[in-house]
C-alpha cells in the first residue's frame, strides 16, 4: 500500500501532476494532507503487536530495508537448519565397503538414511571418527544436517547399498 | 490445533509425483501392508529409498507433490498423511 493517496492530491490540486501550482494555498493544503497520510501509517505501523519480534541483537543491513532482507535470510538459515518444511526432495543411493566413507556432498536440511533391504547385515552410520549407529536391512534413521557428506557410512562387509532421502538444500 | 489429511496413492512402474497437497508440518507416507513389492520414494530425477509393505517415513514437506514414487510392481499401493 502506498504511503500517499496520489489520487487525492491530484484532485486537491490538478496541476500538482505537472508541477505546475497554480494557488500556494491548495498546495498548502495537499502537503497537509500528505503528513497527515504518513502519520497515520507511522501510527498503524507503531500498533502493530511486537510479540512476534523477539530477536535480542541488532539486525543490521545499514537501513530498514536492508534490515528486512536480513531478517529474510534468517528465515531462509532457519529452513536450511532444518526447522520447517522443504520444498525439494533429492533421492540417492551409494554402495559401501567395510571401510567408512562419506556419503556424496549434498546439501540439505534434512537427509534420511536407509540401509537396503536387501542388504545381508548392518550398515554403521556416524560421523568421520566413529561409526556406531547401526541399520539393520531395511532400517532408518532421520538426521537433520547440512550437507550429506558429513555422514560416513561402512558396512558389516563390502557390497552393501546405502539409500537416502533428503530435502531442502 | 494439528489438522490432518489423509489418502493413497496406486502406483505404477514410472515415478509420478504425489498429489498436489500443501503441508505447513510434516508428512507421513506408507507403503501399504498389502503391497507384494517395494514402494520407491525421491525426488523428480530418482527415486532409490524404498520402503517394504508396512514400512513408513515422515518428512517435513510444504507439499506432498515434492515426493516422486514408484513401485517395483505396477499396483503398489502408498498410503499419506498431512500433518498442517
Known sequence: MPIVDRSKLIALEPNLENRQVADPELLQTAITHLFDVMDLHKDQAAAHDAANLTYTGPVGGGTVAGAVGNLDVRVGTLESMGLGPSATVASGAAMVGATASPLPQATCAEAVIQADPANGGYVHVGSATMQMYQLGPGEAVNLKISNLSTIYVRGAADGYLVNYLTRGG | ?84
Open chain 2, 1 to 84: 490445533m494439528a489438522s490432518f489429511a489423509g489418502g493413497q496413492v496406486t502406483l505404477t512402474t514410472a515415478g509420478v509425483p504425489l498429489p498436489s497437497v500443501a503441508a505447513t508440518k510434516e508428512i507421513f507416507v506408507q507403503a501399504d501392508f498389502t503391497n507384494t513389492s517395494n514402494v520407491l520414494i525421491g525426488g523428480s530425477a530418482t527415486q532409490d529409498f524404498k520402503l517394504q509393505p508396512g514400512d513408513a517415513l515422515w518428512i517435513e514437506l510444504s507439499n506432498l507433490s515434492a515426493l516422486w514414487a514408484k513401485s517395483t510392481v505396477a499396483g503398489g499401493k502408498l498410503n499419506y498423511i498431512i500433518v498442517n
